[in-house]
Nanobody, 130 residues
Framework: QVQLVESGGGLVQPGGSLRLSCTAS????????IGWFRQAPGKEREGVSC????????YYTDSVKGRFTISRDYAKNTVYLQMNNLKPEDTAVYYC???????????????????????WGQGTQVTVSS
């Protein structure tokens, strides 16, 4: 049974930084696509960043490019989302998700949508406010 536990959320001022962690059990992340998603009140869940463990390819949604970085630690079976220069519009509950790659989806960008992922963490709140 796959279990994902997110941590690292909190309250931060605009311009600040946070690092989110997603630690997996019941699955070895080496062979999965891992995604970070977020959902703000009244909005749909959106793909923020995804990474393919098989080749290291990454995807970032336009609004976070240059500010967020996704990375992996194989030894800890953990994926991180480093978030810098945070803005109030980044406020949301952040979720990690994992899924084996689909043979018919050739890019990590194409897979970085909510419907493609079946295993989810419980979420961690990120609030950016002065």
């Amino acid at each position: 049974q796959v279990q994902l536990v997110e941590s690292g959320g909190g309250l931060v001022q605009p311009g600040g930084s946070l690092r989110l962690s997603c630690t997996a059990s019941g699955v070895t992340l080496d062979y999965y696509v891992i995604g970070w998603f977020r959902q703000a009140p009244g909005k749909e869940r959106e793909g923020v960043s995804c990474i393919s463990s098989s080749d290291g390819n990454t995807y970032y949604t336009d609004s976070v490019k240059g500010r967020f970085t996704i990375s992996r630690d194989y030894a800890k079976n953990t994926v991180y989302l480093q978030m810098n220069n945070l803005k109030p519009e980044d406020t949301a509950v952040y979720y990690c998700a994992v899924e084996p790659p689909y043979a018919w989806i050739s890019t990590v960008q194409a897979m970085c949508v909510q419907a493609a992922f079946g295993s989810w963490g419980q979420g961690t709140q990120v609030t950016v406010s002065s």
